[in-house]
């Protein structure tokens, strides 16, 4: 469990944080390959991070382990927690270590010059800090496979340009490919149970599947001015631990897509009854359009008729006749009652004599 108060980007392995995960293999892989040229001399692990590797390289017969890092936090868990063997813990920077030059026989740096601002000052330094038949072992992502837009990557290399720029500083360099693998194996009970041990009955390994050398996810290189040593090779076997966690967050991304597909047929659903409400308040707003159309229609053929009407001769006539009683007879006035009284007692003698019909009085 990682330790309260251990600052962690993402760019640090932890072992009790990481233990199960790929990226634990990844990083003990190298340093137990780099443990096969330190027996006996003077190590410098720059970079060290959180002291694991450094621990490591002392554990294998190496005289002397200068473990140097920036962050004085991982300087001191590394005291703390990786300090079985003893080895030196100090704070500085890659760019200007804080040792002697020509003071080791061994400079080991990985994961790191992808880091620094400026990765030919790193190399000048590690040049500087090796005696003159020293030995760096670097290794760095390999910029074709890595995945990109790692933000604290300031320089990545391919397979050529790497050792282009190592045999820049040295006159040896040879580059060895790391990457992962799945592999299924056939144990003793006893080797099965183990952890975090070599083997005790070294077994045949058998590769099912290639690749190019330069298409593979880190790069690992041996660089001196004298010849280099024979190289071996190195295998470290990891759970399956991401594949477990991946697989769980497929499972989880499945169920949610599934939940996401309810969602959306049940929404499918509701825009379908709600065309279907359109569709039909459409066919009633249709309806009230066609009636309004016969209204206006009909209001229309009622103003064609009005204005036949006030063209004839008989209605103008008609006017002409209200205008003069209008005139003779004003309303309100004296005569005008006096009119309407003649008027009045004309119709009684003419309803009395049967020349008019008697209004009928409305029914109730």
């Known amino acids: 469990m990682r330790e309260v108060g251990l600052p962690d980007a993402g760019e640090r392995m932890i072992p009790a944080s990481h233990h199960e995960a790929v990226v634990y293999a990844e990083h003990i892989v190298r340093y137990l390959f780099a443990t096969r040229f330190v027996r006996g001399k003077r190590v410098l692990d720059v970079a060290s991070g959180v002291g694991y590797g450094a621990d490591i390289l002392k554990s294998a017969g190496a005289a002397e382990v200068v ?3 920036r962050s004085p936090e991982a300087v001191k868990y590394g005291k703390k927690h990786h300090s079985r063997y003893q080895p030196a813990y100090v704070v500085g920077d890659a760019e200007s270590l804080p040792v002697r030059s020509s003071q080791f026989d061994v400079v080991v740096s990985f994961e790191t010059i992808e880091h620094v601002p400026d990765y030919q000052r790193f190399l000048a330094e590690v040049k ?3 005696r003159q038949d020293g030995l760096c072992i670097v290794s760095t992502p390999n910029r074709d496979v890595y995945v990109e837009g790692n933000p604290f990557h300031t320089k990545e290399f391919t397979f050529a340009e790497f050792e282009q720029t190592l045999t820049g500083y040295f006159q040896y360099v040879e580059t060895l490919s790391q990457d992962d693998w799945i592999a299924s194996t056939v144990f003793f009970p006893e080797e099965m149970e183990g952890a975090d041990k070599p083997l005790g009955r070294q077994p045949s390994i058998f590769k099912a599947v290639g690749k190019s050398p330069s298409e593979t996810l880190y790069l690992v290189s041996l660089c001196s001015d004298a010849r280099l040593p024979e190289a071996g090779q190195e295998v470290v076997l990891t759970s399956l631990y991401e594949m477990r966690y991946y697989l ?3 499972a989880q991304r499945d169920a949610e897509i599934e939940r996401l597909k309810t969602d ?10 709600r065309d279907a409400d359109l569709a039909e308040r459409d066919v009633s707003l249709a309806e009230k359009d066609a009636a309004i159309m016969e209204l206006r229609e009909a209001y229309q053929d009622i103003w064609r008729q009005m204005g036949s ?18 005139r003779l007879f004003p309303p309100n006035s004296l005569r005008s009652r006096t009119y309407r009284r003649f008027v009045q007692g004309l ?6 004599f049967g020349y008019l019909p ?7």
């Open 358 to 364: 008697r209004p009928r009085r409305p029914q109730r």
């Open 67 to 69: 473990a140097i890092d």
């Open 264 to 273: 959306l047929s049940e929404g499918a659903a509701t825009l379908a009854q």
């Open 309 to 326: 009407l006030q063209r004839s001769f008989g209605y103008r006539l008609l006017e002409r006749y209200r205008r003069g009683i209008r």
């Open 347 to 352: 119709e009684a003698i003419v309803q009395q």
């Open 248 to 250: 769980q967050e497929i």
């Open 128 to 130: 500087r800090a090796l």
